[in-house]
């Protein structure tokens, strides 16, 4: 086995102690909430305790709590994540459903802060110092100061209905989804895939404003780390070396400095991925999205403990798969790097 593939293995199990740890608190946390799963499973009122009993008995609730988290560990060993209490279909179904549109509007969103954040960081630090280095600077601070609700607010108000530029909400436009069909789930693709510049048109729009709001913050902390990072390899002795040889500053920066950089540039960009997860969750909201983030949302407020625990545990088996690809990249972007 070679070192990436060892490396990778390595890396896949350790993820199992961790998934353990987290599905444990999760499963804990939510059964000594107040109330319960029974309760919450005949929806908390004016409920008989003959009721309670039966339901209780139902769904093994009144078993040991370690035979509970044994036959959930097995369930989810098989693929069974159980049922939603919200919706009455399997949580891992539901999941499934709602991925691509997750992931859709994480990839755009991160998209956005790639070409804002990295493009703006890279000018900043080759015009460091200069009035464009201050403003861009500005705009990274300003990026984190803004809450992603409040900024996805301000952007429906402005675009979509003051200057009626832009859709508000949902992924698509209610007479098209009556004649649209997604094979895939991804939108766009299928779009693309049709061939019908009006639904193209119209699932671009909706992906403009959620995309924009979810990318925002993460363009700016791109940003700055971008900069840093330009900024301390331009100083960097064989930087000196290549200007001195009479090399064109374009070439120093996009051919040797450039690829130094973006070692701790890739940690962010892959660590911000995962993190937009969390973005997501008020991104979803506010726009209507119905991703696997709204779903999340939707099954704490109905206290869906099945697909409360599904989601946590779909959510941090993708956070894993981008960790472990970044650190694959590593290989890819610095030759030096060995496994």
Known sequence: MGGISRYAMQRLLLTIPMLL?????????????????????????????????????????????????????????????????????????????????????????M??????????????AVRVDRPIDHTV?????????MPLFWLGLMLQVFFAVKLG????????????????????GFYLLDSILSGNGKVIADVAKHLILPSITLGFAQAG?????????????????Y???????????????????????????VTVFGLQFAILMGGAVLTETVFSWPGVAQFLLRSIEARDFPAIQGSVIFIALFISVINLTVDLLYSVIDPQVRY
């Open 239 to 265: 930087i000196r070396t290549a200007r001195a040889k009479g090399l064109e500053e374009k070439t120093v920066v996009m051919v040797h400095a450039l690829r130094n950089a973006l070692i701790p540039i």
């Open 111 to 124: 998209l956005f802060a790639l070409i804002f954040g990295f493009g703006s960081g890279l000018i900043a």
């Open 221 to 237: 902390f791109l940003g700055r780390m971008t900069r840093a990072s330009m900024l301390e390899v331009l100083d960097a002795d």
């Open 21 to 109: 740890i987290l599905l444990t608190l999760v499963f804990l946390i939510l059964r000594v909430m107040p109330g319960g799963p029974a309760e919450a499973l005949l929806g908390g009122r004016n409920v008989s305790k003959e009721q309670m009993a039966a339901v209780t008995h139902k769904y093994g609730l009144d078993l040991p709590l370690y035979v509970q988290y044994g036959k959930y560990l097995s369930g989810i060993g098989r693929g069974n994540f159980g049922k939603s209490t919200l919706t009455g279909k399997p949580v891992l179904t539901e999941l499934f459903t709602r991925f691509p549109a997750t992931l859709e509007l994480a990839f755009f969103g």
């Open 137 to 145: 600077r500005i705009f990274h601070i300003g990026s984190f100061a």
């Open 165 to 184: 530029w832009l859709p508000a909400a949902t992924r698509i436009g209610g007479r098209i989804a009556f004649t649209f069909h997604s094979t895939t």
